[in-house]
């Protein structure tokens, strides 16, 4: 059995010295060599760290390893090149069943020996995803007999994917999304019996789907959106038993919606959005009992909005907006306890419904419910707009964004804010209910956050002395940043984080609102340039001066939005002259005056000296964690998703009394 202090002897003799939350130094290629009792390691996990350089090859040393997590750091193999091809030195650990590698700057090609006799005896998952892996996908994977899990998803993948996957009879995830491949989907797909989920959104595909793929009745996900498929959606796929989300948007299906759609009765998700649909919604939508989000939209429906949508009793989104449809909205909707129906009618503007249905005099009633915009319903004001307390007829408090459109600007932030917030579905973002535009009013009915804006409340009296709480809100708007940078089709750049634009609802959890300069990014852009410009204070250098955004933008505001948070200082404060700004007061303090300078009411001097001093360690983690989002240069910054790994990890150590390490050692 292997002592403790083995094993941090091997970690520093791998990443060199151990500086908190991070390991700082590269791995050396032949620090696995150095004890002989490594070679009985079975578990190295490493994940979500700030390790560089390059994973040594001789990790194919741990002749015992099983399972191997380097994903969330910054290594940068290039497999092209056989002296940094670790995972050909892998294959000789043949007891290996689980290598993790995902978000790594990981170049080249994935090797052939990926498919070598030991990998295949062993190897049940395979997680690679946020590489930068290019060229095609070698045939020889398909030799992986015992695989379950495979994700190859967001890298630079080309070429079409290989038929041999269809070997992969124990296969239940399969993940390719968002790569650069051509070709169809292999009809070898349908032998792959136990897939549980398929995802190949974004990935370049084409041509018809297999009409077996209905015949893989152990599908529960299918992923298929923005690609270039054609023709009828296979009438199969109408008859998977137990599938919950059919998700096909943004291809070219043509053909009607059949009947047999009623045989979805397990699903929860259909999203058919922009392709080439036509005829009439058949009724029998109305059996799906646990559907709860439908969007057919951007199609060629005709027809009528069938009754029979007033069975749908789990429905919380229903979007069919920009359709050739016609008549009424059916009285029958009116009885639904909450759900938004987004719906395009003869005039402009989109007509959002939730709880009940607004009538086409929404300019009147929000004037109604906020008393012709009283200043005693004022809720806040900005630059473009103010918004205001409402109270509706049917007694539901409701917020208010009235645009001035004597301003500059007002009438493109509504079209934006419209376009964006149509389609956005995340717990941590403020809900649009409904829109008005006339020629001469605009205004966004939204959810009512009954405590206010985050800025309000941090510097009131009722603000949180725990850090626990303070960390929960801002894991809420890094989860809604990362859904914006990742989770929606394509990526979406706030433009402009701050306290005032976070509202915190009757929980206390964080929604993150007000889109109006917001940048909605296309297809594979990752740059775009701008005249209007965020909050000063708040704004990353690059978009400062220059008018550069990408999502890195929105890393560096929640940079200095975590430093706010803990120091309880604006980077606006009256303190910051000249040269000295927040990052470099916080930067400079760091780490052995950091207690000079966060926000003493977190210091309590009653708690036991160990959960004080576990607690300053924890913040010092979460300031490393800000002097990172807002470095100068936006390639330095991380990525949303590498940020909210680490808040939750920096949370969980806070709900323990004191930081415990997890070791798991091989007897």
């Not at 498919?115 to 070698?138: D, E, H, T």
């Not at 920009?322 to 503007?349: A, C, D, R, T, Y």
């Not at 649009?432 to 985050?454: H, P, Q, R």
């Amino acid at each position: 059995m292997w002592a403790a202090q083995d094993y941090f002897l091997f970690f520093e003799q791998f990443h060199g010295k151990h500086t908190g939350e991070h390991w700082d130094l590269v791995a050396t290629p032949d620090s696995c060599s150095r004890r002989e009792s490594v070679i009985w390691l079975t578990i190295l996990d490493v994940n979500g760290n700030s390790f560089s350089g390059n994973i040594p090859i001789t990790l194919g040393n741990l002749q015992q390893l099983q399972v191997l997590r380097l994903g969330s750091n910054q290594f940068t193999n290039n497999l092209s090149i056989p002296e940094q091809d670790f995972l050909a030195s892998l294959t000789y650990c043949k007891n290996l069943s689980f290598i993790r590698i995902s978000i790594n700057p990981i170049t080249g090609l994935l090797p052939k020996s990926l498919g070598s006799a030991n990998m295949s005896a062993s190897l049940q998952n395979f997680i690679a995803f946020s590489c930068r892996f290019s060229g095609m996908i070698p045939d020889e994977i398909g030799n992986l007999n015992n695989l379950v899990w495979l994700t190859l998803g967001d890298n630079e993948l080309t070429g079409e994917i290989p038929t041999t996957l269809g070997r992969l009879k124990n296969l239940q995830r399969l993940s390719i999304y968002r790569n650069k491949l051509q070709g169809s989907i292999p009809p070898s797909f349908c032998s792959l019996e136990n897939l549980y989920l398929l995802s190949l959104e974004k990935s370049g595909l084409s041509g018809e789907l297999p009409m077996c793929l209905g015949n893989l009745t152990s599908l529960r996900e299918i992923y298929l959106g923005r690609n270039g498929f054609s023709s009828n959606i296979p009438s199969s796929l109408w008859s998977i038993p137990r599938i919950q989300v059919l998700s096909l948007y943004d291809n070219s299906f043509t053909g009607s919606l059949p009947p047999e759609i009623s045989s979805l009765s397990s699903v929860t998700e259909l999203d058919l959005h922009g392709n080439q649909l036509s005829g009439e919604i058949p009724s029998t939508i109305g059996q799906l009992q646990n559907l709860a989000n439908l969007s057919l939209s951007d199609n060629k429906l005709n027809g009528h909005i069938p009754e029979s949508f007033a069975d749908l009793r789990s429905l919380q989104y229903l979007d069919i907006s920009h359709n050739n449809l016609s008549g009424p909205i059916p009285k029958s909707l009116e009885s639904f306890p909450s759900m938004s129906l987004v719906e395009k009618f003869q005039e402009e503007g989109i007509l959002r419904i939730s709880h009940r249905i607004f009538s086409q005099d929404l300019d009147y009633e929000i004037l109604k419910a906020t008393y012709n915009l009283d200043i005693g319903n004022l809720i806040g004001k900005g630059s473009i707009g103010s918004v205001y307390k409402g109270t509706f007829s049917n007694e539901t408090t409701l917020a208010v964004k009235v645009f001035d459109l004597d301003v500059q600007g007002a009438f493109k932030s509504f079209d934006i804010e419209c376009q964006i917030m149509r389609s956005l579905r995340h717990r941590n973002l403020v809900k649009v209910i409904t829109s008005c535009s006339n020629l001469d009013f605009k205004a966004l009915v939204v959810e009512y956050m009954s405590n206010g804006n985050l800025e309000k409340w941090l510097y009131s009296p009722n603000c949180s002395s725990k850090i626990t709480e303070r960390l929960g809100i801002l894991i809420d708007v890094a989860s809604a940043l990362e859904y914006l940078h990742q989770g929606y089709s394509s990526p979406i750049v706030h433009c402009d984080l701050k306290p005032s634009n976070i509202l915190l609802d009757e929980n206390m959890v964080a929604h993150v609102g007000d889109f109006g300069i917001s940048k909605l990014f296309m297809e594979d852009q990752r740059m775009a340039q701008t005249k209007t410009l965020g909050t000063i204070g708040y704004m990353a250098p690059e978009y400062g001066s220059s008018g550069l955004v990408s999502t890195a933008v929105d890393v560096y505001s929640y940079g200095i939005l975590l430093m706010e948070t803990f120091t309880r200082k604006k980077p606006t404060d009256e303190m910051f002259l000249g040269e000295l700004t927040m990052t470099k007061w916080v930067s400079e303090s760091f780490p052995s005056s950091l207690m000079q300078i966060v926000d003493s009411e977190l210091l309590n001097t009653d708690e036991e000296y160990s959960r004080a001093d576990h607690d300053r360690r924890c913040l010092e983690s979460i300031m490393r964690l800000a002097i990172h989002c807002t470095s100068d240069f936006p390639e330095e910054r991380p990525k949303m998703e590498d940020v909210l790994v680490m808040l939750k990890k920096i949370n969980i150590e806070l709900h323990n009394t004191m930081p415990k390490v997890k070791i798991e050692l091989n007897h």
